[in-house]
C-alpha cells in the first residue's frame, strides 16, 4: 500500500479528497493529513510518503516553501499542488521544484485519480529500474572476485595474455602496467586456511587504496600472492613504499588478530605484466630465502652474489636469480588456482545447463540464463563458448532440433506442433532453421522415418 499525504488548512477540502481517493481507487493508499506546512514538513519527515498533495496557500509556511522542504529531505517524493485559479502562477514556480502534476479547485473526481494513476506508474517505472540497477551492480560485484582470481592466474602464469590482463583490469577499474608483487608464505594452516585468505584479502583492499591498485591470488600451497600494480605514470617509490608497509602491517595484524607468523617476500618493481611476473618469481625466491618465520625480504635488498648463487643451484631458470624449485612452486600454484577456476566454471555451467534445458522451448535470452548464474551476460557468454565449443544460440538452437526430431519420430504431433512445442512461433522459420541444422526439412525427415 502506498503512502498519500494530503495539506490543506481546510478539513473540508483534506476529507472530500480522502473519499474521492478511497471510492476511486479503494485499497491503494494509506491516507494521512496535515493541515499546515509545518506540520506537513513533520509528518513528511516521520512517514515518507510516495505522494505529497500540497495546498499552494496556507497559514504559516506556504505550499511551495513546505514542498521544498520535503523534497530535500526525500527525493524521489512525488508531488503535487493544489491551487486556486487566482493562484495559478504558483504552479509555473513549482516546476522548478520538481513538482510533477497539478491540481485546480475545484478538482473532479475522475481528474485526482488520472492525476494519482500517473504518478503511481511513475512510481512503479523507478522501482523497477532501480531493481533493475541494483541486479547489475549485484552482478557486477559478484564477477569481481572471479576478475581478481582471473588476473591473479595470468599474471602469474607463464603465457602472459596481455589482451585478457587488460580487460580483466577494466573490470576491476585498475591498470596493470606496472607494479611488484609480494608473496605471503605460511606454516600449514590446516582448517583455518579459509579464514587466513579472507582476512588477507579484506586487510590487503583495505590497506592499498589511493596510491595503486592491488590484486590478492586464492592461497595456494600456503602461499598467497598480492600484485599492487598502477598506470605507467606513477611513480616507482610509492608502490614500493606501499608493498613495504603493506607486508608490515599483514605480518603484524595476523600475529596479533590470528596468531599466525608469515615470511613476506618482496620482488622488485617491474614495468608491464611480464615485468610483474618477473616480480613475481622474486617475490617466490625472497619469501622463502631466510628459511626464518616471521622475516620480510626484498629481493632488491639481496647482494648479488647471493642472486648469482642462487642461479647456480639450477640448470635451468625460469628468470634470472630463480631457482627452479621456486619454478616448480609456481606451476603447482598455477594448477591449483587453475583447478579451482575450472571447478568453480564448471558448477556454474551445470546450473546454466539444467537452466536451458527446463526452458529451451519458451523464450530464452542468453541475458536470461546470465542471470541465473550471476554473471555479467559478456563474460558468460565468452565461458559458455570456451567450455562448450557452441555459442548460446547454438546450443539452445541444437536442443530445439534434437527435440522437434524425437517428437516427429513418435508420430503424435503435426509437424506445425512441433514447431510450437520447441519454441518456434512461426512454421516457415522452423523449416528453415531445420533444415539448416539437419540439410532437409522437416517433412523430408518425417518421410525418411516411414
Known amino acids: 500500500m502506498y503512502r498519500l499525504l494530503i495539506a490543506d488548512d481546510e478539513a473540508l477540502e483534506r476529507e472530500g479528497i480522502e473519499w474521492i481517493v478511497n471510492r476511486m481507487m479503494p485499497g491503494t493508499f494509506e491516507i494521512f ?26 497559514p504559516g509556511i506556504q505550499g511551495l516553501e513546505a514542498l521544498k522542504e520535503i ?43 488520472a492525476v494519482l494513476r500517473r504518478l503511481l506508474d511513475e512510481i512503479k517505472e523507478d522501482r523497477r529500474k532501480r531493481n533493475e ?40 577499474q585498475l591498470s596493470a602496467e606496472k607494479g611488484c608483487a609480494l608473496v605471503l608464505a605460511f606454516p600449514e594452516l590446516g582448517d583455518e586456511k579459509k579464514k587466513i585468505y579472507d582476512a588477507v584479502k579484506n586487510m ?3 590497506i592499498v587504496k589511493e596510491r595503486c591498485g592491488s590484486v590478492v591470488s586464492s592461497m595456494v600451497h600456503s602461499h598467497m600472492a ?56 622474486e617475490a617466490v625466491f625472497a619469501s622463502k630465502y631466510d628459511n626464518q618465520w616471521g622475516s620480510i625480504c626484498r629481493f632488491e635488498d639481496l647482494n648479488i652474489a647471493d642472486k648469482d648463487e642462487a642461479g647456480k643451484a639450477s640448470d635451468q631458470l625460469p628468470i634470472d636469480g630463480v631457482p627452479a624449485g621456486e619454478s616448480s612452486y609456481v606451476e603447482l600454484a598455477i594448477r591449483q588456482i587453475r583447478a579451482e577456476r575450472e571447478q568453480s566454471t564448471s558448477n556454474m555451467l551445470d546450473r546454466a545447463m539444467a537452466y536451458i534445458r ?89 518421410a525418411q522415418l516411414q
Open 33 to 58: 493529513h496535515a493541515e499546515n506546512g509545518r506540520m506537513a514538513i513533520q509528518k513528511a519527515a516521520e512517514l515518507h510518503p510516495h505522494i505529497v498533495m500540497m495546498d499552494v496557500r496556507m
Open 71 to 113: 523534497k530535500a529531505r526525500n527525493p524521489d517524493v512525488k508531488m503535487i499542488l493544489i491551487t486556486a485559479y487566482e493562484y495559478f502562477e504558483y504552479a509555473k514556480q513549482a516546476i522548478a521544484l520538481g513538482v510533477q502534476e497539478y491540481l485546480v479547485k475545484p478538482a473532479k473526481r475522475e481528474q485526482i485519480a
Open 133 to 172: 540497477q541494483l541486479a547489475v551492480r549485484d552482478q557486477f560485484f559478484q564477477l569481481l572476485p572471479l576478475a581478481e582470481t582471473e588476473i591473479a592466474l595470468h599474471l602469474m602464469s607463464e603465457q602472459v595474455n596481455e589482451t585478457e590482463i587488460e580487460g580483466l583490469a577494466d573490470i576491476l
Open 204 to 206: 590487503t583492499h583495505g
Open 226 to 281: 598480492i600484485f599492487l600494480i598502477g598506470k605507467k605514470q606513477t611513480a616507482d617509490e610509492p608502490i614500493r613504499e606501499e608493498a613495504a608497509k603493506l607486508a608490515s602491517r599483514l605480518a603484524e595484524a595476523l600475529q596479533e588478530q590470528c596468531g599466525v607468523t608469515i615470511s613476506v617476500g618482496i620482488g622488485s618493481m617491474q614495468s608491464d605484466t611480464v615485468g610483474i611476473r618477473r616480480s613475481y618469481y
Open 358 to 446: 527446463d526452458r529451451f522451448a519458451e523464450e530464452l535470452s542468453l541475458e536470461d540464463v546470465a542471470e541465473q548464474v550471476h554473471l555479467n551476460p559478456y563474460y558468460f557468454s565468452k565461458v559458455f563458448k570456451q567450455q562448450t565449443g557452441e555459442t548460446f544460440i547454438d546450443y539452445v538452437t541444437r536442443l530445439r532440433i534434437d527435440k522437434a526430431k524425437d517428437m516427429m519420430r513418435d508420430g503424435e504431433l503435426s509437424l506445425k506442433e512441433v514447431c510450437y512445442a520447441v519454441g518456434y512461433k512461426d512454421p516457415n522459420y522452423f523449416s528453415r532453421v531445420f533444415k539448416k541444422v539437419t540439410g532437409v526439412t522437416p517433412s523430408e525427415y518425417r
